[in-house]
């Protein structure tokens, strides 16, 4: 009988281990999928190409996103903006119907959020603009996207890298309010 209790212990700890390993593999999967980019998830209900109309245009980030030279957040531009250009370029394609139907019935495109820091870090594109740092330096050549994904992680590690390599401030209090 005893025999038998020491011949099932191993068999028992491979049994919970490979229980454990499941489960945290199985957490870490719907985990990452919550912040993973996935096909779809980040599709706007207007195709908007920044490859157009920041590579083949060559129309400035600021020249769209204006409040990031001067606020927290870049902001998305308003429908103003587009309408300005779209009331006689492109009138005919079924994505600028739609927004040209959005601004006469003054109903706000629903566009999808691509990024959000977390509440409890302050982030201002006013601060990183004037130091001299490009819209690329975080988000990528968009210029090249024809469809426009979310860029970076925008997790601590990746902004702490970033503060490392540009020798600025890495005291907690900077980011942390």
């Known amino acids: 009988m005893a025999w038998a209790n ?7 700890a491979a049994i919970v281990l490979g229980l ?3 489960f ?3 957490i870490g999967i719907m985990y990452s999928m919550g912040s993973a980019d996935l096909a779809g998830q980040d599709r706007q209900p207007i195709a908007f190409s920044h490859a157009r109309h920041a590579g083949d245009l060559r129309i400035d980030c600021l020249y769209c996103h204006r409040a990031a030279s001067v606020s927290t957040a870049a902001g998305i531009p308003s ?3 587009c309408i300005g250009c779209h009331q006689n370029v492109a009138r005919d394609s079924p994505e600028i119907r739609a927004l040209a139907a959005s601004w006469e019935t003054q109903q706000p495109v629903e566009w999808v959020r691509l990024h959000r820091l977390p509440d409890f870090v302050y982030f201002t594109h ?5 130091s001299g740092l490009s819209c690329v330096t975080c988000h990528g050549h968009v ?3 024809s469809l426009t994904p979310r860029a970076a992680s925008f997790e601590m590690g990746w902004c702490v890298s970033c503060h490392v390599a540009q020798g600025v401030s890495r005291d907690c209090w900077t ?3």
């Open 175 to 177: 980011c942390h309010k």
């Open 79 to 81: 429908m103003r903006t």
């Open 20 to 22: 454990t390993a499941l």
């Open 6 to 12: 020491i011949k099932s212990r191993p068999v028992s």
């Open 143 to 145: 210029e090249n996207m």
């Open 24 to 26: 945290a593999v199985s």
């Open 126 to 130: 006013e601060r990183h603009l004037e």
